[in-house]
């Protein structure tokens, strides 16, 4: 009896894995299987026990590389089931090492969770990538309505990001009706990261700075040049000024109550 075979059947008789897992193993590393005797322990198994008929079994996805008695120990060590390695399996990942395996299952990556963010496209998709996706929260929801508002063929890196900076679906989807030139993911993270409101946009254009750039957007944010201020300057007479000249004025404290009065001198 091979070593392998020693410790698959010591891990179920341990109660480690089932009898189906236990087959599947059998299977992986290119035993024959059994039936009745794998509930008896190892040392009653005899060293030549006749191959009783099974029925046929469902075609299987491929398997990993032959398993040797200590890959065996590492993998149930870590909890990581025959279940788990052919659902990953079934979701695409048909060749993935022990390592991958473990760090998979170590960081809590279902197969479900690496089948949705397929269905999705995301690229690049290699096990570093999922794992990386799933530690930042990126969840298939997320992904889903980041693409629904426009933001098409990101890679898993720009998916990452717009997480990590909190930027919402539904903030995007406003932003681009509001037809604002290169908008970016890095642009639409800037304005998110500066506190730039859609409704702040709106009412900028509303008071005639219609061709505002995402640089002149964050630098009047940062100002914290409000619409309001806008249209007094301009109801005081002052209807071109540039993003800096507003800026040197809102920072200098120039009311437009100041500016009307001064411009009624002549």
């Given at each position: 009896?091979?070593?392998?075979?020693?410790?698959?059947?010591?891990?179920?008789?341990?109660g480690?894995?089932?009898?189906?897992?236990?087959?599947?193993?059998?299977?992986a590393?290119?035993?024959?299987p059994?039936?009745?005797?794998?509930?008896?322990?190892?040392?009653?198994?005899?060293?030549?026990?006749?191959?009783?008929?099974?029925?046929?079994?469902?075609?299987?996805?491929?398997?990993?590389?032959?398993?040797?008695?200590?890959?065996?120990?590492?993998?149930?060590?870590?909890?990581?089931?025959?279940?788990?390695?052919?659902?990953?399996?079934?979701?695409?990942?048909?060749?993935?090492?022990?390592?991958?395996?473990?760090?998979?299952?170590?960081?809590?990556?279902?197969?479900?969770?690496?089948?949705?963010?397929?269905?999705?496209?995301?690229?690049?998709?290699?096990?570093?990538?999922?794992?990386?996706?799933?530690?930042?929260?990126?969840?298939?929801?997320?992904?889903?309505?980041?693409?629904?508002?426009?933001?098409?063929?990101?890679?898993?890196?720009?998916?990452?990001?717009?997480?990590?900076?909190?930027?919402?679906?539904?903030?995007?989807?406003?932003?681009?009706?509001?037809?604002?030139?290169?908008?970016?993911?890095?642009n639409?993270?800037?304005?998110?990261?500066?506190?730039?409101?859609?409704?702040?946009?709106?009412?900028?254009?509303?008071?005639?700075?219609?061709?505002?750039?995402?640089?002149?957007?964050?630098?009047l944010?940062?100002?914290?040049?409000?619409p309001?201020?806008?249209?007094?300057m301009?109801?005081?007479?002052?209807?071109n000024?540039?993003?800096?000249?507003?800026?040197?004025?809102?920072?200098?404290?120039?009311?437009?109550?100041?500016?009307?009065?001064?411009?009624?001198?002549?």
């Amino acid at each position: 009896m091979s070593e392998e075979r020693m410790v698959i059947l010591k891990m179920l008789q341990e109660g480690k894995i089932t009898a189906e897992e236990a087959l599947t193993l059998l299977d992986a590393v290119g035993e024959p299987p059994i039936t009745s005797a794998i509930m008896a322990p190892p040392e009653a198994v005899p060293a030549v026990a006749p191959v009783a008929p099974v029925a046929p079994q469902p075609a299987l996805p491929p398997t990993p590389p032959r398993l040797n008695a200590e890959q065996l120990i590492e993998l149930s060590n870590h909890g990581v089931e025959s279940s788990y390695v052919r659902d990953m399996q079934k979701a695409g990942f048909a060749k993935l090492s022990i390592d991958e395996l473990i760090e998979l299952s170590s960081h809590g990556i279902e197969p479900s969770y690496v089948r949705a963010m397929q269905a999705l496209g995301v690229k690049p998709l290699r096990v570093d990538d999922i794992i990386e996706l799933g530690n930042h929260g990126v969840e298939p929801g997320f992904v889903r309505e980041i693409f629904e508002a426009g933001l098409s063929n990101l890679s898993h890196d720009e998916l990452i990001e717009l997480c990590n900076h909190g930027i919402e679906p539904g903030y995007v989807r406003e932003l681009r009706t509001l037809g604002i030139k290169a908008l970016s993911v890095d642009n639409i993270i800037e304005l998110g990261n500066h506190g730039v409101e859609v409704d702040y946009v709106r009412q900028m254009r509303e008071h005639g700075l219609t061709d505002l750039s995402i640089d002149d957007l964050c630098e009047l944010a940062n100002h914290g040049i409000e619409p309001s201020y806008v249209r007094a300057m301009r109801e005081a007479g002052l209807t071109n000024l540039t993003v800096d000249e507003l800026c040197e004025l809102g920072n200098h404290g120039v009311p437009a109550e100041y500016v009307q009065q001064m411009r009624a001198l002549g």
